[in-house]
């Protein structure tokens, strides 16, 4: 096997042999001499994911009043097979990343061609000349049971190697600051014994010089604000010791819109942390219970999301209310109650859980099994019965499929025998789903479909017209809206073209 | 025993008599003909209690462009000995509640006496002569176990002897706007066959005369905005016939500042009636989960209250945060779900429940055994253990005690055998605990408490200082604050005078 990384566009990018490492760390001195001679600071981000990527782009486009850029940033990313390629790509002045975001392609040719402030690397001799490095190390929750988050927890042998890198390379003045999503305690917890650890073992004295860690965390949504949301919103952070804090006040201040958006300082890392956690339960729990009122709602002739709209015209008390739909993805609402229930446990040794929030998981990963009873409470058994899904991705008018509740439909669909067709226009491959071909043209899933699922809200979908829809199937089927996608007149036009129409919480169609 | 209803202030008011019953009516029919003569339709209020009295006036004041009084009210309490006094009261211009709204006695004296557009009667024949009546009966849901809100029922008996004596009554045309938060399903299931039933009773021909029903429910948030939130608020609507829809939007455009709080029409009154029990489900469910969080945050060394402002900033989607405190009292939230719930099992026989909700309901009821845990925790055994507690009404600044969360938390301290003073400058009597004196004076409760626990935000204790409640303790209690009614300063003010101070949510002062 070739000693090379594989770009999603199917290019080869040669992993660098130990000469052109000694020639790369050569060169990053010399670049970072440079740097620091126009007198920018140097950041290197740890990790360039979906968060890293376009954090480390925003940093190195920070500039002061006249334009002068802040900051010098080293992209980090180790030279493995799966992500290696990422280095290439970006010097080039390329995003590593697909976006609907135009400025996503503007911000990565800006930092990297024009004003080359932004180079990729991946050695990790880098952290060397950082003054600042950003974690955007991904950690997941692992849920071993389906409807189970209760026995969720958090490996974080990955993140401890990344932070023991970084106790080992770093000089006593560079300021951590962790942007990951972590559990509750894992500054104090994990990062600073790891990071003191590798002071002392360097004979650095922990007590003059102890290490410099932040958090701040990010709310990165995809889509076309991808770059703003990173940019453009209320950041809360803290730190372990007050220069921490004044550091990441600083570097905050630099490099984010904190003048729409001002930072919100909290004590303690540990309160920093449990605000992000705690505001994605939130969340989480508040589109759990709209899943026992659209149960209700489709009992009763009630369409639950008219009554969602007459509650949240109380602006600043109802509006945050959510809505039911297939189910809930992503990489946040599913695994942050799981990093902060596992917390509590296994960082703290406390009693207790947080319950709401985990049941309110639980809610949240078994609710594409509605659907599947609405279409079995129609057609009763699916042996054979050909479906035609439309979006597999978690969020409309993106191409993410992480923790897509898609990906959960399909499987309990299959299990029930039925035969599932997929389309998504923003979706090239499912890695969650290997073996599921994801078709973007509605015309290779719905010929001779018996149901029609609407499950995600891509504008493509919500445009297409029933007599359209139909005409395609050449049949007359069962038509699922997962959650209002489907106006009233479309239904009454579904109607009268002879098929029946269900959907989540949509009682007053049947 | 004398055949009189006494007032709040002693007062005694003596039953009508059947002559002056007789008298009485033929005053409500030489009223109203006065009345229609001037142009005016006429509303009759059914049940003058807390949401009822209000809204008589509400609608009294209610005036075309040219200032002409759209309506004349008669508003109806029963004859009984505990609510009759009521109708003098009223009718002299004074409310039958206290507030701390100004607007409140105004709207008496104004539409009572000087606009002579409101009047109260204790006669039923009320109804003979209404456009348009408005249910305001009180209607309670029962939860017969602590902490078992899935248990809770509803009793309609008083409600469907309400519905039925308005189907003896009322005159075809008499539009009835059910303003009752009620069971989903109410006004379908429960008003419509009664009212039917009683018309085909009088030989009214159904068919052509169908029962006007409509349901709208209220916002009503009693202290300092009372009269404000009836009037100025979004109202969410609808009915069972299109007749219904256009008589109650018409109604409610005359009384309600719809052009600045528009009106939201839903297709059904299932829908309206659920969107209200909904929306209090929504406001449990959250409140519920920051339960959890605050007993994190109080291990591990952080501000709750912090972390939740810190969420609050991102307005939309995370301000509708609600707060943990002693508990969660008042009439909507602590019943509303239970309601619902009781609804879709027993008004529609169907199968599950609203569980989310309802476990919050039971997170809420039992909520204030947190702050009894937190006295054991400091104090271990709270035999004779004297404690000072500051507010029993279940709102700030208010003097309402209904289910108020103070009543558990007497309740609990009592079992363990403390001995409890109780304080509040807004409550005289407390109906729920009724051994219990409420003193209004501070100097009454303080002296020699071994703890003092701020339970209800009113302002009289927000100010506080804490020099002055130690010198009038007289001891170095423990200082309990149940919802972040101290500030940081004033925490380290009493640890600096050596007490220690504990608090909901509040990690960060141990």
Redesign the interface.
Known sequence: MKNVSIAPDGREYPIPTAEESAAERDLLVKITEEQRKMGRKIVAVQGLGFVGCVMAAVVADAADKDGNPYYFVHGHQRASKRSFWKVPVINTGVPPVASSDPEVPEIFHRTVVEKKTFRATSEEFVYTLADVVVVDIQLDATKPAFGEAEKGYCDLTHFREGMRTLGQLIQPHCMVLVETTVP??TCEKVVKPILEEEFTKRGIDIKTNPPLIAHSYE?VMPGSKYVSSIRDF?R?FSGVNPQSIKLCREFLTNCLNVDEFPL?Q???T???E??KT??N???A??I??TL??A???E?????IF??R???R?????????LRPSLGVGGYCLTKDPVL?NWS?QSL?G?E??????I??VN?NDTMPLHTVEIIKKELGNLNNIKIALLGVSYLENVGDTRHSPSETLVTFLRKEMATVKCCDPYVESWPELEDVKVESDIHQVLPGADVVVFAVGHDEYKVLKPKEVLDICGTKPLIVDCSNFLTDEKIAEYKALGCKVRGVGKG?IV
């Open positions: 509750p305690g709310r209320w809360v919100t909290l004590d303690s540990n309160a920093s449990m605000a705690m505001e339960s939130y969340r729990t508040n759990a219970l026992e009122w149960r209700f709602a009992q009763i002739g009630v369409d008219k009554v709209d007459a509650i015209k109380r602006k600043g008390t109802h509006d945050n209310m902060a509590m703290f406390l207790g859980g947080l319950d709401v929030a049941n309110s809610i007053h």
